[in-house]
T-cell receptor, first 113, second 113 residues
Framework: AQSVTQLGSHVSVSEGALVLLRCNYSSSVPPYLFWYVQYPNQGLQLLLKYTSAATLVKGINGFEAEFKKSETSFHLTKPSAHMSDAAEYFCAVSESGNTPLVFGKGTRLSVIA | SAVISQKPSRDICQRGTSLTIQCQVDSQVTMMFWYRQQPGQSLTLIATANQGSEATYESGFVIDKFPISRPNLTFSTLTVSNMSPEDSSIYLC??????????FGPGTRLTVL
């Protein structure tokens, strides 16, 4: 069975500071990994995905994530936080692009001016 | 990318009643997924809906409570039956796109009084 652990239910950073959201996964098969963002009262928007190609994945809005098999991690980073980045971030894993996603519990990112 | 719409976007219902949520996709897809996001929680898969066959439900979800229809390749409905306040959640549909991506609808925010 697959699972996702997101460390830290709430992360607070200053505007302009580095954003680091942690995600560790468990999977018995090579995983497909995703980060989604959910703004208040909105649906989920795909930030980026890893599907066994390059281990460093670049997404929208300046976010990127690195797949580290040895650490079973897929942490999300952004060099400089912006106020508009405040949202809930979900890491998810699946066996393929056509199978259901297993989500982590989410991390709420706050950005302080 | 797939464009997904859901109706209604939100509703407030009385306990004991039922609500049918619609999910419309702008392209033909074989599989559609329905998820539930309880307040402050992550997303949990309710069922997988394939056109032309019965939906497959996850543990803890039953057809009598969450009947699903999939009349064609672009449309699905999820009914929340005999509602109780515990059913207050955001309900989202999602579809695979290509081989490695899943997109989500905007969600239906349900409040049961």
């Amino acid at each position: 069975a697959q699972s996702v652990t997101q460390l830290g239910s709430h992360v607070s950073v200053s505007e302009g500071a580095l954003v680091l959201l942690r995600c560790n996964y468990s999977s018995s098969v090579p995983p497909y990994l995703f980060w989604y963002v959910q703004y208040p009262n909105q649906g989920l928007q795909l930030l980026l995905k890893y599907t066994s190609a390059a281990t460093l994945v670049k997404g929208i809005n300046g976010f990127e994530a690195e797949f580290k098999k040895s650490e079973t991690s897929f942490h999300l980073t952004k060099p400089s936080a912006h106020m508009s980045d405040a949202a809930e971030y979900f890491c998810a894993v699946s066996e393929s692009g056509n199978t259901p996603l297993v989500f982590g519990k989410g991390t709420r990112l706050s950005v302080i001016a | 990318s797939a464009v997904i719409s859901q109706k209604p976007s939100r509703d407030i219902c009385q306990r004991g009643t039922s609500l049918t949520i619609q999910c419309q996709v702008d392209s033909q897809v074989t599989m559609m997924f329905w998820y539930r996001q309880q307040p402050g929680q992550s997303l949990t898969l309710i069922a997988t809906a394939n056109q032309g066959s019965e939906a497959t439900y996850e543990s803890g979800f039953v057809i009598d409570k969450f009947p699903i229809s999939r009349p064609n390749l672009t449309f699905s409905t999820l009914t929340v039956s005999n509602m109780s306040p515990e059913d207050s959640s955001i309900y989202l549909c999602s579809v695979p796109s290509g081989l490695d991506t899943q997109y989500f609808g905007p969600g239906t925010r349900l409040t049961v009084l």
